[in-house]
């Protein structure tokens, strides 16, 4: 007869707290964490209090960066598939593993609030000291900006960004320039967009101009969109034109092909569809990181400028100046932003076929 009672579970369970058990300290290497604490003060015999928070803040970005490593490999891993369904559960987790990176930036971005609580004077306490070490030489963060897609030609500096750092270090953040970015892996999903088929028959209801060598529903959007103009805005459509109609694929320059572009912007405009809900939230995040990204960067500038005002940074560069170029030119999701410039009114968007409506899911099949 079969055994009902909870006796044969009892060799899975384990034993709760007590010797022998997983233990908190243990689980969590406490040992590690809680004794990796060597102010350099300390060493030098001239103890400085606000050392011990300097050491923990960095300790502590690092842990983050380290996670968000953990939820972008998985991201890039999900997004290499060849078919990855719009609609799909892995298409779920992506986006939600995107908001937690998002969720993360932002505890990043606040944590500098900590970081000012310390004062100028209590820094340099024990700020000579540190010299020649510096967050420059974090190679985790610049291995992360490699991940998400910024290349070494969009670097500030370009070389400089990898002076500092350890061969071995070098080494990997070469790796993830080398490996496919989430901009390029990006770029290759909206390419292959299901319901945005350029074979397709793409004949809108009323269309106003016809173009040769574009579907006729760009056909129509651009007529819109040229209409939108104000005057001072008219050389817009050139660049429209640059963007979306001359078909290039990616190149130094472009992250993101003409394909790519214009399947982006469709979900922007139609994101009321059920089927561009998720690719939406997507395309959303990534303007998330950006953003939270460029704060953390101009957050952690101004406490530089309050720190050490202009003098130079302990890792070496012109201290603010540098960081304020990294800043403005570091943008990972830059192309993506970009394509707000090219919305048109809601009301003046061209009318979907039928059997694209269908697709997208609003009418019942
Ligand atoms: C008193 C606080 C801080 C000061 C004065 C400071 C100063 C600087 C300076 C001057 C630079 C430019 C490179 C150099 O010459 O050193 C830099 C870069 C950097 N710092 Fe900080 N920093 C502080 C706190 C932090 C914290 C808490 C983090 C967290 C990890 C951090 C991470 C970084 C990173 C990642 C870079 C490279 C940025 C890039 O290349 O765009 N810093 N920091």
């Not at 298409?91 to 990176?101: D, E």
């Not at 982006?264 to 939406?280: C, D, K, S, T, V």
């Not at 960067?297 to 540098?322: A, E, L």
Request: negative net charge.
């Amino acid at each position: 007869m079969k055994d009902l009672s909870n006796k044969s579970e009892d060799k899975h369970t384990p034993p709760v707290g007590g010797d022998g058990g997983l233990h908190y300290h243990d689980y969590l290497q406490l040992d590690k964490i809680l004794n990796s604490q060597f102010p350099e003060s300390d060493k030098h015999g001239l103890s400085a209090h606000d050392e011990m928070l300097f050491i923990v803040i960095h300790q502590a970005y690092e842990l983050w960066f380290k996670q968000l490593h953990h939820e972008t490999d998985s991201i890039l891993k999900i997004m290499s598939k060849p078919a990855l369904n719009d609609n799909s559960p892995e298409l779920q987790t992506v986006v939600h593993r995107l908001n937690r990176v998002v969720t993360i930036l932002r505890v990043l971005v606040h944590q500098i609030d900590i970081m000012e609580t310390m004062t100028p004077m209590d820094f340099l306490d024990f700020r000579d000291m540190l010299r020649p070490a510096s967050g420059f030489q974090s190679w985790q963060f610049k291995e992360l900006e490699a991940k998400l897609g910024l290349k070494f030609q969009h670097r500030h500096g370009k070389e400089y960004y990898t002076s500092q750092l350890r061969q071995e270090h070098i080494d990997v953040v070469k790796k993830a320039e080398l490996d496919k970015s989430l901009l390029e892996l990006l770029n290759n999903w909206l390419e292959r967009m299901p319901f945005f088929n350029e074979e397709d028959n793409w004949k809108t209801f009323s269309v106003h101009t016809r173009m040769e060598h574009v579907p006729s529903f760009w056909a129509e959007y651009r007529y819109q969109y040229q209409n939108s103009l104000a005057d001072v805005e008219k050389d817009n459509i050139d660049a429209f034109d640059e963007i979306f109609i001359k078909d290039y694929p990616i190149n130094q320059e472009k992250s993101l092909s003409s394909i790519a572009s214009r399947a982006a912007l469709f979900i922007m405009l139609y994101r009321g569809y059920p089927m561009l809900q998720l690719p939406f939230q997507l395309l959303n995040a990534l303007l998330e990181i950006d953003e939270q990204l460029s704060s953390w960067r101009y957050r952690h500038m101004n406490m530089v400028h309050r720190m050490i005002g202009t003098r130079i940074g302990t890792g070496g560069s012109s201290g603010k100046d540098y960081l304020k170029a990294a800043a403005d030119k570091h943008y990972i999701f830059r192309e993506i932003a970009q394509l707000n410039s090219f919305l048109i009114e809601r009301r003046k968007l061209p009318f979907l076929p039928p059997e694209v409506e269908k697709r997208l899911g609003f009418v019942a099949a």
